[in-house]
């Protein structure tokens, strides 16, 4: 029963919306937990060592709070979208916007930042590993909620 598909049908007015749900399964919840904590992990870690001032810290762990919670908050309004649920456009856009400005923030920051190549590319894959991982984790939970309301 946990790898079943379940293919519905769901009439919501006049629109028709078929939902294509698997629970996901416990390698993949556990593979995405793991990569989130180790994503979010090394990030900070690298904050913590780094040969910052303080405010530079503080800047670099806002856009890894900032880009995780976008990511999911446009993991969600896709989600929503596709499901049906009503989302407005000024949510989905700014969500959208927050996540694709994280990003850039990131990018900007670590151009001028006087770190060694290596140590730039460090912080952009965490923080990549970092936002995919938080994007499944918070598919994992919907799609595990959604099958468990069944």
């Known amino acids: 029963m946990e790898n079943q598909i379940f293919n519905q049908e769901e009439k919501k007015g006049n629109e028709k919306h078929v939902v294509f749900d698997q629970k996901p399964t416990k390698a993949f919840v556990s593979a995405s937990w793991i990569a989130l904590f180790a994503g979010m992990a090394s990030y900070c870690i690298g904050l913590w060592n ?3 001032f303080l405010n530079e810290k503080g800047y670099y762990f806002t856009i890894l709070l900032f880009g995780l919670f976008s990511a999911i908050s446009v993991q969600k309004s896709v989600r929503d979208r596709l499901e049906g649920v009503p989302v407005t456009e000024i949510y989905s856009g700014i969500s959208w916007f927050c996540a694709l400005i994280s990003i850039l923030l990131l ?23 970092s936002l995919f ?15 468990q309301n069944q």
């Open 133 to 147: 991982a938080a994007i499944a984790v918070q598919k994992n939970t919907r799609d595990t909620k959604f099958v």
């Open 50 to 52: 780094a040969a910052m």
């Open 107 to 129: 990018i900007i920051g670590l151009w001028n930042a006087d770190l060694t190549f290596s140590e730039k590319g460090f912080y952009g894959m965490s923080f990549t590993l």
